[in-house]
Nanobody, 121 residues
Framework: EVQLVESGGGLVQAGGSLRLSCAASGFTFDDYAIGWFRQAPGKEREGVSCISSGDDNTYYADSVKGRFTISSDNAKNTVYLQMNSLKPEDTAVYYC??????????????WGKGTLVTVSS
């Protein structure tokens, strides 16, 4: 059974940091791209970052460039999203997703249930 489980969300003040984790199981982790997405209240889900685990290529939305960093630990089948200099507009439910080919797509095959990040002013 394919599973993606996010963790690390919480409440943080503006300017603070959080590190999200996405633990994967049930598939060959290194053969899949892993993406992070978010959905804020009243807004559509959007891509935040993605990583091609086999070649270390990474991608970021313009809104988070320079603040967020995606990384992977293949031995732990886990992808991380380090979020620094957080802003209130980063408040959202954050989801991870996996796909054998696609990266940064809402059509990725597998999705976690999300973890809530709340950034206060």
């Amino acid at each position: 059974e394919v599973q993606l489980v996010e963790s690390g969300g919480g409440l943080v003040q503006a300017g603070g940091s959080l590190r999200l984790s996405c633990a994967a199981s049930g598939f060959t982790f290194d053969d899949y791209a892993i993406g992070w997405f978010r959905q804020a209240p009243g807004k559509e889900r959007e891509g935040v970052s993605c990583i091609s685990s086999g070649d270390d290529n990474t991608y970021y939305a313009d809104s988070v460039k320079g603040r967020f960093t995606i990384s992977s630990d293949n031995a732990k089948n886990t992808v991380y999203l380090q979020m620094n200099s957080l802003k209130p507009e980063d408040t959202a439910v954050y989801y991870c997703a996996a796909d054998p080919l696609q990266c940064f797509s809402l059509g990725m095959n597998y999705w976690g249930k999300g973890t809530l990040v709340t950034v206060s002013s």
